[in-house]
């Protein structure tokens, strides 16, 4: 659709099928319908909300588009949908109204369906469809503008506070908390009118697990935030581990045993031509899988990677140029040029550990 790739996840097939139950029994109810028809106009009004989901989700595509920020793709998932880009919004203004773009489109459908509705008839199959729409998007426009990631209000939050500190990450960090305390507020509101029998168990449940993947989103914008503060500290050079070449055919227990004797840290084996080109890479993992015992006996070669089947760096990126890199081609290590030569080889966790450091764990008593 416009050239946007649109994906479902598998979740979704399983809310459709729940609405075009649940909704599916009301309207046999409410028009005294037989359950086959009941049904359908269950499933039709399923087909509806996915049509205004995409809809809401190409007005923020769209939008992002027209100041030229890529769209990788629509995923329409169990609780909504999102729009994958591949860059940020270069500046506040952009991010809000790329943020807002979404909310505008729903509540255009539910003014629309909502003018459709008071035309029709009441008590009518079209006139409880037409009301049903308005009233669910009319709810989704009102429910994404509040200000707290990840919903579009948040991402507007967001920006408001980008504008205002000019500091992107922490302004992401507040709109995430921000969240966070919608989520809490959520919880308390659904369960009190739990209690007072005016929501059924159902709707309970459906809104705790609204409120946990609100929860969950608001935890992940926070982590990606302070990730993105270390950015910076992302030094190629400094990360690139030292790389000790072997001659093809040695054996891997020569090989480890030149290694263990050089006094630079964390060195990794490469293995080179009759001319000294680097071809491949030691693997690791399947060298620690071959016994000591046979280690002597079997050459190195068989325990590598071919130099082409691995990523390559060059020297003088920047950090945030690093991690996307490593995004876009996503490997357990990569090798690191300067020119032609190789300079060394950087291993991904090496970069997760610069982004996140792990806390050092307290001594046992």
């Given amino acids: 659709m416009l050239r946007i790739p649109v994906y479902m996840n598998g979740s979704m097939l399983l809310l459709a099928a729940l609405v075009t139950v649940v909704y599916g029994n009301w309207v046999r109810s409410e028009l005294d319908l037989p359950a086959p028809l009941g049904y359908l106009v269950g499933l039709g009004f399923v087909v509806c909300l996915l049509g205004s989901v995409l809809l809401h989700e190409l007005g923020h595509a769209l939008t992002a588009r027209r100041y030229q920020i890529g769209v990788r793709g629509i995923t329409l998932e169990l609780l909504g949908g999102w729009t994958e880009m591949d860059r940020d ?20 459908l539910g003014g629309i369906a909502t003018a459709v509705s008071m035309a029709l008839p009441d008590r009518t199959l079209s006139g409880q469809v037409a009301f049903q729409l308005a009233a669910s998007n009319l709810l989704v426009a009102v429910f994404n503008v509040l200000p707290g990631l990840p919903l579009d209000g948040g991402r507007a939050l967001r920006a408001g506070l980008w504008a205002l500190i000019k500091d992107r990450n922490r302004a992401t960090e507040v709109a995430a908390w921000s969240g966070r ?60 581990r030292p790389l000790l070449t072997v001659p093809a055919g040695t054996p891997l227990g020569e090989a480890q045993r030149r290694r263990s004797e050089d006094l630079r840290p964390n060195v990794v084996l490469g293995v080179t031509d009759s001319a000294g080109n680097l071809t491949a890479l030691v693997d690791p993992v399947a060298a620690e899988r071959v016994p000591v015992d046979r280690r002597p006996w079997v050459a ?24 996307r890199a490593l995004q876009a081609r996503p490997a357990g290590q990569y090798v690191v040029t300067a020119g032609e030569e190789v300079v060394g080889v950087l291993r991904v966790g090496d970069v997760a550990n610069v982004l996140e450091p792990r806390r050092p764990r307290k001594p046992a008593r």
């Fill in 181 to 240: 305390g919608i989520a809490f507020l959520c919880v308390v509101i659904v369960i009190w009118l739990y209690r007072l029998e005016l929501v059924t168990l159902f709707g309970l449940a459906f809104v705790l697990l609204v409120v946990f993947t609100l929860w969950q989103g608001a935890g992940q914008s926070i982590r990606l935030a302070r990730m993105t503060r270390r950015f910076p500290l992302v030094d190629l050079a400094a990360l690139a």
């Fill in 89 to 108: 919004a270069p500046t506040p203004r952009i991010d809000a109204l790329v943020s807002l773009a979404g909310p505008a489109v729903s509540l255009l």
């Fill in 300 to 323: 190195v070669d068989s325990v590598s990677r071919s130099r082409d089947a691995v990523p390559a760096l060059p020297l003088g990126l920047s950090g945030e140029q690093v991690v």
